[in-house]
C-alpha cells in the first residue's frame, strides 16, 4: 500500500474534523435544549403558575444564598455570563477548558435564572457548549491547536440551538469569540451550528422565539426616526455598560468574607424589584414578544426598560451566573418601542408601527452593548426574514455603536475581564516575528519588597538593585509600586519605620510580554522609570521589568541595525 501524501492527510485531517464538528454541534444542541427547559422547569417549581408576593421577594435571595456557597466553593470560574471567559479561554489558554465549567455552569446560571435574576441564558450556553467542545478535545488528547479550534465551534452550536439563528450565532462566534470573521473556521461553526438547530428544532419544534409581523420602512423620512432610536440606543447601552461596571466594582471592592453572601444580597435587591414590577423576572422574552406587536403601552416600555436595565446590572454584578444576551434584547425592544409611540404621535412624516421600532430597537441595543453589530444585523433579519427592515437596522446600529464605542472605549466583555485581571490581546494586534516585544526587552531582575515591609527597606533594597522604584507583593501577587523619590521623601520626614503600604501606586502602569515596542515606550513613559511586564491571565502576576537601560539597549541595537551590524539580543 502506498502512504498517503502530505496533502491527503490534511485532507483526511479536515474531514475528520468537520466530522468532530458535527458531534460537537449535536452535543452543543442537546445542552442547550436541556439548559432551556431546566431554566423553565426550575421557573415553574419556584414561583407556581401565580406566584405571591412572598415567593417573588424570597426566592431570589434564599436561591442565591445556595448559588453562592456554589460559586464561592466549587464552581468559582462560572460567575456572570461566561461569553468573556470563553473569549479568554480561546484567546490566552489553548481553549483548555475545565470540565467542571460547563457542569457547574449549567446548575448555576439554571438555579440564578430560574430564581427570578434578570439574566439570559444564551450567554451561559456559549460556555457550556464551549466547555464540551474542549472536554471533547481533551479527551481525544487532540492538539492544542485543535481543541482550541473546537471552542467557537461548541459556542456557535450553543448559541444556535438556544437562539434558534443557526447565521447569527456563527457570525458571533467570529465576530465575538474570535474577534475575526475572516477566520478560516467559518465551514466548522456553519456544521456545528446546522447540526446543532436541527437538535434543537426537533425536540423544541421550529416555532420562531418571536412571533413579529412584516415590518418595512413605510418612507424614506422615517429614516430621521430610526436615527434617533439610534441615539437613544447609544446612550442607554452607555448607561448600562458604566453602571454593570461601576456597581460590579463596587462589590469587588467589599471585604473577602463577604463574597458568600453578595449573590444573595443582589437577590434581596431583586426581590424587592420583582415585588413593583415582576415583569422584569428571568429572561421575559413573552414581554419582549408583546413589545413586537405593539402590544404595550408607552408608559409600560419606558418602566420596563429602566427598570430591567437596573435588575441586570444588580443581578450580574452581584455575582450571579447569568448572561446579558437576552436583557440587552429586552431593553432594546422597550427603549425602540418606546421611541416609536413618540414617533408616530410627534413625527411630520409617516412612520410604521411601534412594533418595528422595537424590533429595530433589540439589534440597536445589542450593537451597542455587546459590541458585534454584524450579529445583530443577521439576528433581527434571521427573527423576521425579510430584508425591508435592515436598512433602518443598519442606521440605527450604526449610530448606537459609534456613540457606545466613543463614551465606553472599552468593550463591556473585554472590560469586565479586566476588573478580573485578565487582558485580551488587542483585535488589531499582528506582531511580526522579527519585531521587538516587551518579552525581548525585560529582565528577571525585579526588586520586590513584601507588603507591611518599612519604607527604608524599600528605599535600601531599590538602592541596592539601581532601580528608580520598587515592587510591592510578590511576583504573583503585585500590589503596585513605590518610586526612590516617594521613599526618600518618606525616610526624610521620619516615617522610614512605617510600613510601605499607604506609598505603594496601585494605578500600576503596565505592559504585556506581547506588546509590540510602540506601546511599551508609549507606557514607560508614564512611569518613574520602572514598567513592570504582566501576565494576560492575571494583571497581578509579575513575569518581569523593564528599566531605562533596556530602552538603551534597544536604541543601540537600531543604530547597530542601521549601521549593518548584527542585532544583539543580550
Request: proline content about 7%.
Amino acid at each position: 500500500m502506498r502512504p498517503l501524501s502530505y496533502q491527503q492527510l490534511r485532507l483526511r485531517e479536515h474531514q475528520l474534523f468537520l466530522v468532530l464538528s458535527i458531534v460537537v454541534g449535536v452535543l452543543a444542541g442537546l445542552s442547550a435544549v436541556l439548559f432551556t427547559l431546566a431554566i423553565d422547569g426550575t421557573a415553574r417549581l419556584l414561583f407556581g403558575i401565580e406566584p405571591s408576593g412572598l415567593r417573588l421577594f424570597a426566592v431570589p435571595a434564599a436561591v442565591s444564598l445556595l448559588t453562592g456557597i456554589l460559586l464561592l466553593k466549587v464552581f468559582p470560574d462560572v460567575r456572570g455570563s461566561g461569553v468573556p471567559q470563553t473569549k479568554a479561554a480561546f484567546q490566552l489558554s489553548s481553549g483548555i477548558i475545565s470540565p467542571r465549567v460547563p457542569i457547574g455552569k449549567f446548575l448555576t446560571a439554571t438555579l440564578c435564572i430560574g430564581s427570578g435574576h434578570s439574566m439570559g441564558r444564551e450567554g451561559p450556553s456559549v460556555q457550556i457548549g464551549a466547555g464540551i467542545a474542549s472536554g471533547i478535545g481533551q479527551w481525544l488528547r487532540l492538539a492544542p491547536a485543535r481543541i482550541r479550534e473546537l471552542v467557537p465551534v461548541g459556542a456557535a452550536g450553543a448559541l444556535s440551538a438556544a437562539f434558534n439563528t443557526p447565521v447569527a450565532a456563527v457570525v458571533f462566534a467570529l465576530e465575538e469569540i474570535i474577534s475575526d470573521l475572516n477566520a478560516p473556521l467559518l465551514g466548522s461553526t456553519v456544521v456545528a451550528s446546522v447540526a446543532s438547530v436541527v437538535v434543537a428544532r426537533s425536540i423544541l419544534g421550529n416555532e420562531p422565539l418571536f412571533r413579529v409581523p412584516a415590518y418595512h420602512l413605510v418612507h424614506p423620512a422615517e429614516l430621521i426616526g430610526y436615527a434617533v432610536l439610534g441615539l437613544v440606543g447609544g446612550l442607554v447601552s452607555i448607561a448600562f455598560c458604566k453602571g454593570l461596571l461601576l456597581l460590579r466594582r463596587a462589590f469587588r471592592h467589599l471585604p473577602p468574607r463577604t463574597q458568600i453572601v453578595q449573590p444573595a444580597i443582589g437577590g434581596l435587591v431583586i426581590g424587592a424589584i420583582l415585588l413593583a414590577v415582576p415583569e422584569v423576572r428571568g429572561v421575559g422574552y413573552e414581554h419582549v414578544d408583546q413589545a413586537l406587536n405593539g402590544g404595550l403601552l408607552l408608559q409600560t416600555m419606558v418602566v420596563l426598560c429602566l427598570v430591567k436595565l437596573v435588575a441586570t446590572i444588580v443581578s450580574y454584578s452581584s455575582g450571579n451566573a447569568g448572561g446579558i444576551f437576552a436583557p440587552s434584547l429586552f431593553i432594546g425592544a422597550m427603549a425602540g418601542g418606546a421611541v416609536g409611540v413618540v414617533i408616530n404621535q410627534a413625527a411630520l412624516f409617516p412612520a410604521g408601527d411601534p412594533g418595528a421600532y422595537a424590533l429595530v430597537g433589540m439589534g440597536t441595543l445589542f450593537a451597542g452593548i455587546i459590541r458585534a453589530p454584524m450579529t445583530s444585523v443577521f439576528m433581527i433579519f434571521e427573527i423576521t426574514q425579510d430584508y425591508q427592515i435592515i436598512v433602518p437596522l443598519m442606521v440605527a446600529n450604526l449610530l448606537s455603536f459609534a456613540i457606545s464605542r466613543r463614551y465606553q472605549p472599552v468593550p463591556v466583555y473585554h472590560a469586565l475581564l479586566q476588573q478580573d485581571g485578565v487582558h485580551l490581546p488587542p483585535r488589531a494586534l499582528a506582531i511580526e516575528p522579527s519585531a521587538w516585544t516587551a518579552r525581548d526587552l525585560m529582565t528577571g531582575d525585579m526588586p520586590f519588597v513584601a507588603r507591611g515591609s518599612t519604607a527604608r527597606a524599600g528605599l535600601e533594597l531599590a538602592r541596592a538593585s539601581g532601580h528608580p522604584a520598587c515592587l510591592v507583593g510578590t511576583p504573583k501577587d503585585l500590589a503596585g509600586t513605590v518610586t526612590v523619590e516617594h521613599l526618600l521623601t518618606a525616610v526624610a520626614s521620619g516615617q522610614g519605620d512605617q510600613p510601605i503600604d499607604p506609598l505603594v501606586d496601585g494605578t500600576l502602569v503596565h505592559a504585556h510580554p506581547d506588546h509590540p515596542v510602540d506601546v511599551v515606550l508609549e507606557r514607560f513613559s508614564r512611569t518613574a522609570g520602572l514598567l513592570p511586564i504582566v501576565s494576560r491571565d492575571d494583571a497581578r502576576q509579575v513575569e518581569g521589568v523593564i528599566v531605562l537601560r533596556d530602552i538603551r539597549r534597544l536604541v543601540a541595537n537600531h543604530r547597530a541595525e542601521a549601521g549593518g551590524a548584527p542585532m544583539s539580543n543580550s
